[in-house]
């Protein structure tokens, strides 16, 4: 069993957004603190959910009722995609505060599970092909020498996030002793079974990851580094898989400049960067 340490962190602290545009939000600024905080409440046996957001999600977010809760009840959201970047970034510089950095799920697991391991806590994979799943944990247990796996499993073609089987996965992590759950679904299914199975595996934080472990495993070639640098590596992926992402990405695109042009809406928020929920303001329509 793990010791229950005092917190490095102020829980309450991270409830407070930075920023929110839209039907989105965002409290964390970058890739450090959300593994902090990810370890610590795993150290403390605090459970909750970690998203990514990014445009697709955005567009999904206006009319997807169930997927707007889950991402409302987020314990933790952090900006991907260059994009969302560039939002969060309009908003904070307004407030002088320090700028949010890009958070990735695929750039998040590797160093989770290597914090995971130094610290002994037992992580749980859920979601993609049982092949590729497979892989990306050999790989990972190269990466993170010391990794606690403490299960795995990939559910059926139409699984339903929210049903029943849903929630016999969730009893069945939470039975496994794992302290953080990687969610390997995709949007917006992902973030619906984290918001479901966090109610039903008390300790567990599920951490949605998207593509991750396609790309640990080696099963989908991600984009060169100098793409992810420059806020490309949509084009990269589009061109992977014109069929399947073209009308998202068009979907996208529009969101974010038709979002450009009119400088945003009157619900979003910019919050100061000591997160003080009285420092808040509201934005007009520029």
């Not at 909750?48 to 567009?59: A, C, I, R």
């Not at 944990?137 to 049903?163: H, N, T």
């Not at 399947?244 to 974010?256: A, D, E, G, I």
Request: glycine share 8%; aromatic share 8%; with cysteine.
């Amino acid at each position: 069993m793990m010791p229950n340490r005092a917190s490095e962190f102020d829980h309450d602290d991270a409830r407070f957004d930075l920023v929110r545009m839209a039907e989105g939000r965002l409290n964390i600024r970058d890739q450090g603190e959300l593994i902090g905080r990810i370890v610590d409440d795993a150290e403390n046996r605090r459970g909750g959910t970690v998203f990514t957001l990014n445009l697709d999600h955005l567009v999904k977010l206006r009319d997807h009722l169930r997927f707007r809760a889950a991402y409302q009840r987020a314990s933790y959201v952090s900006a991907d995609g260059a994009p969302v970047v560039v939002m969060a970034k309009d908003l904070i510089a307004k407030d002088r505060g320090a700028p949010i950095e890009r958070v990735t799920g695929a750039d998040l697991v590797i160093p989770l599970c290597k914090a995971a391991a130094a610290a002994h806590i037992p992580v749980y994979f859920f979601g993609t092909a049982d092949f590729v799943r497979d892989r990306a944990i050999e790989r990972l247990e190269k990466e993170a020498p010391g990794l606690i796996v403490a299960g795995a499993e990939s559910p059926p073609l139409g699984f339903d996030p929210e049903g029943a089987a849903a929630q016999q996965a969730a009893g069945d992590i939470a039975a496994s002793g794992a302290r953080i759950c990687f969610v390997a679904l995709g949007a917006p299914k992902q973030e619906l079974f984290a918001n479901l199975a966090v109610c039903r595996s008390e300790g567990v934080i599920f951490v949605c990851i998207g593509a991750a472990l396609d790309f640990i495993a080696g099963a989908t070639r991600r984009a060169p580094r100098l793409w992810q640098r420059i806020g490309i590596e949509w084009v990269w992926r589009l061109l992977q898989e014109p069929r399947r992402l073209m009308k998202r990405y068009v979907r996208s695109l529009s969101y974010y400049f038709r979002y450009r042009l009119k400088g945003g809406d009157d619900r979003r928020l910019r919050v100061d960067r000591r997160r003080n929920p009285h420092h808040i303001s509201p934005i007009r329509d520029l």
